[in-house]
């Protein structure tokens, strides 16, 4: 990654050290050699304090005044030499302090020459820094006792320490730079890892994708990021959902809306063309009528009957128009009950007879014994009338209807059979359409409205039940199943 998180942490360090070393390596460069002469300065200006103060309580001669003396000498390099006012040496620091006292008297008589710079000076001493082939911190007077001193250290060792110490702190510096580097690479590492955790998860929800989950154990800041992530996945996830089970909904019901009306259109279209025809025979022969055309009783007579018989057919469409709106709408309750349905057969069948020999039709039926459906009775005798009435109109050739009542499993199916020209392969698929007409000019011919295959329909989509049509080689078989009840009681139901 080119913005690394991991990246940018080390790089902050290792600038962040850097700028460390080059800070501390400006300061002692700048003032550690100051800070060490004020230090050596207060520590040659405290040892002249003991001495006045030893010389005034003239205890300079005591194992205790030297000792101190001493221990401050050797604890700091500081070289001193003491004499009272008769020049007889009082004191002297082992660490060199026997050759201070030549140079002490010269200071005092004025026989050195002198190339030194004052730091400070007062009426009893004075402290500079002298050159003697190297450079001195020096403190020197008289006090008014008459007791004479000396302190010098070399500052050579300061410029020493200082350069030791920053050449320590610049290895120091380097090494720690390396080991920092390489512990907030892997620290950086440990925080970055999680994060990129939380960047592929979100990646995921991107695409929609929500089965990806933080797994983590830690309770810090990403921890709790994680949690709230997963919380914000699972919400994502139960929202899209919704927002698809509306819209699905939504889909159905523009759908719905669209196919009721595209029913609608279509069906004021065939109803307009149904009732076309005999509302313009009704008001022909009734406007000859009123012109008096037909004068004679039984052109009257016939004008009448006319217009009687193409009312009772608008009658009957409509009717039928209106029994199918009900079933396709679901307004028309479907009543399930046991019933005897090989007796309803029976009967349906007897009062069609007469009609059937009046066209020299025969009308077979075997003998079955009685078979117990779960159905609803007025509509499965409506079924069972449109079938019998289409095979009686389209019945020819030997003019044979037969009934045939078969049981498989938990079914029984029902077939009507007439003998008569097949139907066209092409038309099947539409013949349960709303006024759908194979033959227009035969189906006028004895009133068909077609509308009672799309009853028959609606009726057994609305019992959840198959039905269907078949070519044979010598006519057409049309056939529904009902759901039999000799293999269950009411109480199963």
Partial sequence: MKHSIKRQFALIFLLLMVSVIFLCWLVNTLFLEKYYLSKKTKVIYDAYLSIRTAAENNSYASEEFQAELESVCNKSNVAAFVMDEESQMKYVSTNGGDNLGVLLLGYLFGMVEEDAVIIDE??????????????????????????????????????????????????????????????????????????LRLNDLSEKMVHLDFDAKYE??????????????NKLS?????????????????????????QVDEMRREFLSNVSHELKTPIALIRGYAEALQEGIGEDPESR???????????????????????????????????????????????????????????????EMEDYPPYQVWADAFMTEEVFSNYLSNA?????????????????????????????????????????????????????????SGVGLSIVKAIMESMNQAYGVENKADGVVFWFELESADARTEEEI
């Fill in 122 to 195: 007062a009426e009893d001493y004075r402290i500079q820094k002298a050159r003697r082939g190297t450079e001195y911190l020096e403190m020197y007077g008289r006090l008014s006792s008459g007791i004479s001193f000396i302190m010098t250290t070399p500052l050579e060792s300061i410029r020493e320490s200082a350069d030791l110490a920053n050449r320590f702190s610049f290895y120091v510096g380097i090494i720690g730079t390396l080991l920092g580097g390489v512990i907030i690479w892997l620290v950086a590492g440990k925080i970055t890892k999680p994060i």
């Fill in 216 to 229: 983590g154990s830690s309770r810090n800041e990403i921890g709790l990021l994680g949690e709230n992530m």
């Fill in 234 to 258: 699972n919400s994502l996830e139960n929202t899209i959902l919704e927002l698809k089970t509306a819209n699905n909904e939504l889909q159905r019901d523009i759908e719905k809306k669209e």
């Fill in 301 to 363: 007579d016939y004008y009448c009957d006319v217009i009687v018989d193409e009312s009772v057919k608008m009658n009957q469409m409509v009717q039928k128009l209106l029994t199918l709106n009900q079933l396709e709408f679901g307004r028309e309750v479907v009543e399930m009950e046991r019933f005897d349905l090989t007796s309803m057969l029976g009967n349906l069948l007897e009062q069609n007879r007469v009609l059937a020999q009046k066209d020299g039709i025969s009308l």
């Fill in 392 to 448: 009686l109109h389209y019945c020819s050739g030997e003019k044979r209807i037969h009934i045939k009542m078969e049981k498989e499993k938990e079914k029984v199916r029902v077939s009507v059979f007439n003998t008569g020209d097949p139907i066209p392969e092409e038309s099947l698929p539409f013949l349960w359409d709303k006024f759908y007409k194979v033959d227009k000019a035969r189906t006028r011919e004895y009133g068909g």
